[in-house]
């Protein structure tokens, strides 16, 4: 898939925050001796793995086409803006456009020149290789971790998958910055994010490659990559959730738990930990605990913005409009500055043959485009 050069942004970033009641006592963060146990791979392997096993990556190494292409946008632009937008466009825009069109693949994680090298990238390989570059002509680009919202199932209603996304971002003279994302069009400025470091941004990368080592069968790799991402960051509730599910994936359901609960101890608002939690409970014939946690789940779906936002969508596919205006309420009733509520009721109103409602709508929507765009 080519993916087609969208314009980069200046954002103004919009706070955005959820509350959730505190987890009941008989959820315990696990003791320093069950973390080590599962740290160890131990229970998994006969011979548990050396870290020496682990094969070195140089996440940003620029290989001389890098610099070469990176070096002819700074001949061609001076200002910093400037010099941000044609790398973006540089590396995204077709070969007929005078680009290098990088092909998307998701589940292809690799360093900065090896992506550049096969013109494939994810949204973590694109973001390595633009900040190496824009930082080898002096722009100050750092990774922005983006929690893009849950997408849920709405087949069975409770399902939902939670992505995690980068992107880049650059840091202007003025104080404004731009966000350089590989989908822009997908990206808002709503979202919460933070520019995190390169240690994190290492664990991002190991955890991306150890998630597809266990999807392609090398569970011992997939360990060895998951374990140096909690090396290098062991604070991060989806690391210990990715932990777990490799071994609740190999039946070694106590590990599992511990490694669960310890992401859960990190961040209590999970519903990827508590999704799955109630999973394992359910399969360990713990009805009570998967019944609790199933509950938070549904709880924290049922007044999320975006779960309201989805089903709105369902319900204009399916012809019911009230429905789906009543859900948009909703939504923009908790999260009144994202632009894609109001342009979708404007859709409903223009199904509705309400003329003027419809222009109020996408007035609304393009007002908060411009506050969060600027």
Not at 212 to 221: H, I, N, S
Not at 282 to 299: I, M, N, Q, S
Not at 332 to 341: D, V
Request: aromatic residues 8%; contains cysteine; glycine residues 6%.
């Amino acid at each position: 898939m080519r993916i087609p050069w969208a314009p980069a942004a200046f954002v103004l970033l919009l706070g955005a925050c959820s509350h959730m009641e505190p987890l009941p006592e008989w959820v315990q963060a696990p003791s320093s001796r069950d973390l080590d146990q599962v740290l160890s791979g131990e229970l998994l392997f006969d011979e548990p793995p050396a870290d020496n096993q682990l094969p070195p990556y140089d996440l940003m190494m620029l290989s001389p086409m890098m610099r070469v292409v990176a070096e002819e946008v700074a001949l061609q632009y001076r200002h910093p803006d400037q010099r941000a937008e044609a790398l973006h466009r540089a590396l995204l825009s077709s070969p007929m456009a005078g680009g290098l069109g990088m092909r998307y693949t998701a589940l292809n994680t690799t360093t900065a020149a090896r992506a550049f090298e096969r013109r494939e990238v994810n949204c973590l390989s694109f973001t390595l290789m633009y900040v190496a570059m824009a930082r080898h002509i002096g722009l100050k680009a750092e990774v922005n971790d983006v929690q893009v919202p849950p997408v849920w199932d709405l087949r069975d209603g409770e399902s939902f998958l939670l992505f995690r996304h980068v992107n880049a971002k650059v840091m202007l003279p003025r104080g404004e910055e731009l966000v350089i994302d590989l989908e822009m069009e997908r990206y808002s400025p709503v979202f919460e994010q933070q520019v995190i470091g390169d240690r994190l941004v290492a664990a991002q990368f190991y955890n991306n490659l150890g998630m597809e080592r266990v999807g392609a069968g090398d569970r011992r790799q997939g360990f060895l990559h998951l374990r140096r991402a909690l090396q290098l960051d062991d604070r991060q509730s989806y690391l210990w959730n990715n932990l777990g599910t490799l071994y609740k994936r190999m039946g070694v359901h106590g590990a599992a738990e511990v490694a669960y609960r310890q992401g859960l101890t990190l961040a209590p608002g999970d519903l990827s930990l508590m999704s799955n939690l109630a999973s394992l409970y359910e399969a360990e014939g713990e009805t009570d605990k998967a019944a609790y946690f199933l509950e938070r789940v549904r709880k924290h779906r049922n007044s999320n913005p975006y779960y309201l936002y989805s089903l709105a969508r369902e319900q204009l596919a399916n012809g019911d409009l009230a429905q789906a205006e009543r859900y948009l309420e909703q939504a923009i009733a908790r999260q009144a500055e994202e632009p894609r509520f109001y342009a979708l009721t404007a859709e409903i109103y223009d199904q509705r043959a309400l003329p003027e409602k419809a222009e109020l709508m996408r007035r609304k929507a393009e007002s908060r485009r411009e506050e969060v765009y600027l």
